[in-house]
Nanobody, 122 residues
Framework: QVQLVESGGGLVQAGGSLRLSCAAS????????MGWYRQAPGKQRELVAS???????NYADSVKGRFTISRDNAKNTVYLQMNSLKPEDTAVYYC????????????????WGQGTQVTVSS
């Protein structure tokens, strides 16, 4: 079993910063891609940023230049540094990880965190 636990959400004024963390734990053999999604009220979940095990990154156009994704492979942790936050960044943020487990090393499974609320006030 694998768990993803997020932290770092909260309330911030427009222009402010927040740093989200997501730690994966459990019977992990390896983790491939990790990423962050978000879902605002009444909207579909969307990809915010992703990062490969080798460190290659991908960002949604709406966050390029403001958000930075990084990871610590030794800690099985992914981070999202969010700067210059805007009210439209308000959403529940979810982390995800593409994991190979000890029990089933021949398969990759996508695991999700429980979500953390980010609210940006104007």
């Amino acid at each position: 079993q694998v768990q993803l636990v997020e932290s770092g959400g909260g309330l911030v004024q427009a222009g402010g910063s927040l740093r989200l963390s997501c730690a994966a734990s459990g019977s992990i053999l390896s983790i491939n891609d990790m990423g962050w999604y978000r879902q605002a009220p009444g909207k579909q979940r969307e990809l915010v940023a992703s990062i490969t095990s080798g460190g290659s990154t991908n960002y949604a156009d709406s966050v390029k230049g403001r958000f930075t994704i990084s990871r610590d492979n030794a800690k099985n942790t992914v981070y999202l540094q969010m700067n210059s936050l805007k009210p439209e960044d308000t959403a529940v943020y979810y982390c995800t990880a593409d994991v190979r487990t000890v029990a089933f090393p021949q398969f990759n499974y996508d695991y999700w965190g429980q979500g953390t609320q980010v609210t940006v006030s104007s």
